[in-house]
């Protein structure tokens, strides 16, 4: 009974972090919306590997729906996600995983949570990036990765093509990212160290290249978080 409590609990919570987490990266055009497309159709692959026809097919059809907006949202901002949306397709990707888990036991958890390494690991850091702060967890800020992203390459490499442009290639190219999550997870589905493993790595590649755009140069993951808490710490310090 116990275990059962706890399983519900934490499913509860990581359903409502994954929908809360593709809202926080909905930050340009297509990019929820690409992110969404690779990890509906990654779940489809896997549940069809399983032997799942039918949650194989729940899952594409979102693919559909999901790739049926981003035609309109891509380039030009037609029309928009808004928070209904971002929160709808976050809660149905996170639904899925769970069923694709529970409708088959050997699957491991975390290939499913592969899939969503990217606004996990994304909201994890901006947590993190204001504690360090002393700020509100939910305060916003211009440091999430796609923003600096867009700032650092993409307008300098490319401004020639104007903001609206430059707005819908990063959110392409962050969005892109969760094919190779997608690869990763039905490579290693079947295995829990591995696709453990395969998370971590992919959470620490992440944040490498995170640290990259902040310090103009390649460091540790770990190095720059902590490096980053004494800088911020000492700041604070100085201030008061």
């Known amino acids: ?50 032997g799942d026809v039918a949650l194989a097919g729940v ?48 699957v491991s958890a975390f290939a499913a949570l592969l899939v969503c390494v990217h606004p996990v690991t994304e909201v994890l850091l901006s947590v993190y990036r204001r504690k360090v702060k002393q700020q509100p967890a939910g305060m916003p800020d211009r440091l999430h990765f796609h923003s600096l992203l867009k700032r650092r390459y993409i307008l300098r490499h490319f401004k020639h093509l104007g903001r609206t442009s430059c707005n819908s290639l990063t959110g392409l190219l962050v969005g892109s990212m969760t094919l190779v999550a997608g690869l990763v997870a039905n490579l290693t589905y079947n295995s829990v160290p591995l696709s453990a493993l395969a998370f971590v790595l992919l959470v620490l590649g992440y944040i490498a290249m995170y640290a990259r755009m902040v ?18 710490t000492a700041r604070l310090a100085a201030v008061k």
Not at 31 to 48: D, H, K, P, R
Not at 216 to 229: E, G, Y
Request: hydrophobic content about 60%; glycine content about 10%; proline content about 3%.
């Open 59 to 106: 899952a594409l059809v979102l693919a559909a729906c999901v790739a049926g907006f981003f035609c309109v949202n891509w380039p030009f901002g037609k029309l928009f996600l808004g928070d209904g949306g971002s929160y709808f397709i976050g809660f149905a990707l996170a639904w899925v995983a769970v069923m694709l888990i529970a409708r088959n036991p050997h």
């Open 1 to 50: 009974m116990t275990y059962t409590l706890a399983s519900v609990l934490f499913t509860a919570f990581a359903v409502g972090g994954v929908a809360n987490a593709v809202n926080i990266v909905d930050g340009f055009n297509g990019l929820a919306s690409t992110m969404a497309t690779l990890g509906f159709v990654a779940y489809a692959v896997m549940a069809w590997h399983l």
């Open 215 to 232: 310090r103009h140069h390649w460091c540790s993951p770990l190095a720059f978080l902590l490096v980053r808490r004494k800088l911020v």
